[in-house]
């Protein structure tokens, strides 16, 4: 029942590679994994989900939660010492699917916290680790897992043992799996250092064939009308591929990796100036599982230019704002380049020869896939906007200075690495253009912020920006618990139930305890915050190294959202009135990509954006009560259109709604207003300038007033 075999896999931009990455892994689960990327609709949970059908059936320990290996178990085995008279038996691989809401006790397993106080045994519960053992591991959406349960899947999945620490009770066993990943960049990414963990990553994209989208909607309805009969037609064909993932298996101790394809391997991923050595260890392991997928006795050249196709573009993003990207000319360049310096050496058995007559050949002949190293237009958000006319609209002409040509949306931020290697900007269409969007200025460097808070503690999704009662972080007290028990509090438990230990009739050596006698753990961490932007985008702020200094400070607060885990949502004003640009959303790279784009120009309806923010948050706070709200207004204070009472009234209304404020003042000049700093009065927040919105600016302020006093 393969969906893989029955899905029209040209209707999908990258599905090809998708499927090559998963054979890869399920040849060699060494590899590390697999993280898929795409828009919505693409068919990757499907094609994920009809992977353990194609893996070997397991020999295992029968009775044995943790499925050893009757060949070698697990001498650490909760459920062992196994003798070797135990029974063998056999089960299918499983899949097994880790939901986004999970906790930690359901991942990593758990200990009965009664029986272990009242009976003095061990009784440990298996968690979706354990459970995942020699098979595959599947978390959709894994950009929206918690980070801590992020770091603990990747450790397992890394040492290849899970270890479970509870109340002075430690368990380990082994968790051997499959680690597959999938997720859509617009709702979030995920931290670089956790992107290199995953050994392949695959971008994928829905065509825009109406005949190939017609193909796909008819085989998903065939299937709905006859399951078992439409399942049977590929019956065969699954079979054939698992029977191909066996072989591939036992050859793959057989495969060997000449020094020349050792230098190929190691050779491009220097040329991609990719960190740490991971990425030559990943590359290297899935050349050798493709040779041993395509019956190559050594690793060829085109083994080795797969293999960097999919273990690299993830491993060059120098920050959030970046898309995995590969340059597949460079990656043939480094190819070449290193089958040319091969030495010549007499003693060397032939992989000099090998690499000289294969060093492009057997590359350039496979070719890349079609779709998969389509470059996205969203990878370079400005780059289309220099090949069209400059803009001629009503209120281009109030910034001064033009848009020299259309430059592109602006350098990225520092440490981004070789943007302008990338030839994908070049060859993205043109934009249209919109005369009455005004100019587009660049962006400047970015740099590391002042941290912004909220007061008091919160209950949001843990972060790291305001404090609130979170599921992780220090112990800070005891509560009696208000469901079911998340955290036990072991002092507060004992101190509960020993009054009563006479009355309930205890003689021996164990406590009595009872369900009313539980106190769960009261621990104090960091959330996420919702961090709404308020762009000032009017003539007033269109003076080009003015919008460039503005676009750069609130790029480095999108940075510092990216790293706190908060949403974050972007609404500009200008003209006649304002508009949302991005709903509040994980996705910082669209927050980038919007405000790279922005344009200047027009009046300056302050209290139209004011109500549109706010209007935001009302939305907001109904869907996710618990999150909480930090508005960032960026603006000179001037309200050209409406009138700076109404601007101020608006600003008080928000602060009557509990809303934390920040007005970053634009204001420049000798002369200044201090309109800006009266908007935040109004609110109830707090008034920063733009020059001071640095952490090193305001570290440099306060070591002056210091002296001063």
């Not at 992107?195 to 392949?200: S, T």
């Not at 020299?404 to 070049?426: I, K, L």
């Not at 800070?476 to 009054?499: C, F, I, K, Y």
Request: one cysteine or more; aromatic letters at 2%.
């Amino acid at each position: 029942m393969s969906a893989p075999a029955r899905y029209p896999f040209s209707a999908v931009v990258g599905m090809d590679d998708l499927k090559l990455a998963l054979l890869i892994n399920a040849v060699s689960p060494d590899v590390g994994g697999v993280l898929v990327r795409g828009e919505k609709g693409t068919a990757k949970s499907t094609v994920v989900r009809a992977l353990a059908a194609l893996l070997p059936d397991l020999d295992v320990v029968q009775g044995c939660r943790f499925g050893c290996d009757p060949a070698a178990p697990d001498p650490e085995c909760p459920d062992g010492p196994h003798a070797d008279s135990a029974v063998p038996g056999e089960r299918p691989a499983r899949l097994v699917e880790l939901p986004v809401g999970a906790s930690e006790d359901r991942l990593v397993g758990s200990l009965d916290i009664e029986r272990a106080l009242t009976e003095g045994v061990k009784a440990f519960e298996p968690g979706l680790l354990a459970e995942a053992h020699r098979g595959v591991l599947y978390v959709d959406e894994v950009n929206l897992l918690h980070d801590h349960l992020v770091d603990l899947l990747l450790d397992a999945a890394a040492m290849g043992t899970s270890h479970v620490e509870r109340e002075g009770v430690s368990v380990r066993h082994a968790a051997h799996f499959l680690l597959v990943g999938t997720m859509n960049p617009e709702e979030g990414e995920l931290r670089p250092q956790l992107l290199d963990r995953f050994g392949l990553t695959v971008e994928v994209a829905a065509t825009r064939d109406p005949q190939l989208r017609a193909d796909v909607v008819r085989r998903r309805l065939a299937f709905e009308a006859d399951p078992e009969g439409f399942a049977a037609g590929y019956a065969r064909d699954e079979a054939e591929l698992a029977g191909r993932i066996l072989a591939a298996r036992k050859r793959l101790p057989g495969v060997v990796l000449t020094d020349a394809a050792l230098r190929q391997v190691t050779a491009v991923c220097a040329a991609f100036d990719v960190d740490g050595l991971r990425a030559d260890i990943v590359t290297a392991r899935a050349a050798m599982a493709l040779a041993a997928w395509r019956d190559h006795g050594e690793v060829a050249p085109e083994d080795v230019r797969d293999a960097a196709r999919l273990a690299l573009p993830h491993r060059r993003r120098r920050d959030p704002f970046d898309a995995p990207d590969l340059d597949e000319d460079r990656l043939q360049e480094a190819l070449d380049q290193a089958g040319d310096a091969d030495p010549k050496d007499p003693g060397e058995p032939d992989g000099a020869g090998d690499d000289t007559g294969g060093g492009g050949g057997g590359a350039e002949a496979q070719g890349p896939d079609p779709g998969s190293s389509a470059e996205e237009p969203s990878a370079q958000p400005g780059d289309g906007d220099g090949q069209g006319p400059q803009d001629s609209g009503p209120d281009s002409g109030e910034a001064p200075g033009g848009d020299a040509g259309g430059a592109p949306s602006g350098p990225r931020p520092a440490g981004s690495g070789d943007a302008d290697d990338d030839p994908g900007g070049e060859q993205s269409p043109p934009r249209p253009q919109d005369p009455g969007r005004g100019p587009q200025a660049e962006a400047g460097e970015t740099y590391r912020p002042r941290l912004f808070s909220l007061d008091g503690v919160g209950e949001g999704a843990p972060g790291r920006r305001s404090r609130a009662e979170t599921p992780f972080g220090r112990t800070s007290g005891a509560r009696v618990p208000r469901s079911a028990v998340r955290g036990l509090h072991l002092t507060a438990t004992l101190r509960a139930a020993a009054p009563y230990q006479r009355a309930r009739g205890r003689r021996g050596p164990g406590l009595i305890v009872r369900p009313g006698d539980l106190r769960e753990s009261v621990r104090e961490g960091r959330e996420g915050n919702l961090v709404l932007f308020c762009v000032d985008a009017s003539g007033s702020m269109a003076a080009r190294q003015r919008m460039r200094a503005v676009k750069g400070a609130v790029l480095s607060l999108l940075l510092d959202a990216y790293q706190r885990r908060d949403k974050v949502g972007l609404v500009t004003f200008r003209g006649t009135g304002a508009q949302v640009e991005l709903p509040p959303t994980s996705s910082v790279e669209a927050g980038a990509r919007r405000l790279r784009e922005l344009r200047t120009g027009g009046r300056t309806p302050l209290a139209a954006g004011l109500a549109r923010a706010a209007e935001v948050l009302r939305v907001e706070r109904l869907r996710d009560a618990a999150r909480r709200a930090l508005l960032v207004v960026v603006t000179d204070g001037r309200a050209t259109r409406g009138g700076l009472d109404e601007a101020l009234r608006a600003g008080a209304r928000i602060g009557a709604r509990g809303v934390h404020g920040i007005v970053v003042d634009c204001e420049s000049g000798p002369v200044r207003l201090g309109l800006a700093q009266r908007l935040a009065a109004e609110m109830g927040g707090e008034s920063v300038h733009l020059e001071e919105l640095g952490a090193d600016a305001l570290s440099g302020l306060v070591r002056s007033t210091r002296r001063a006093a």
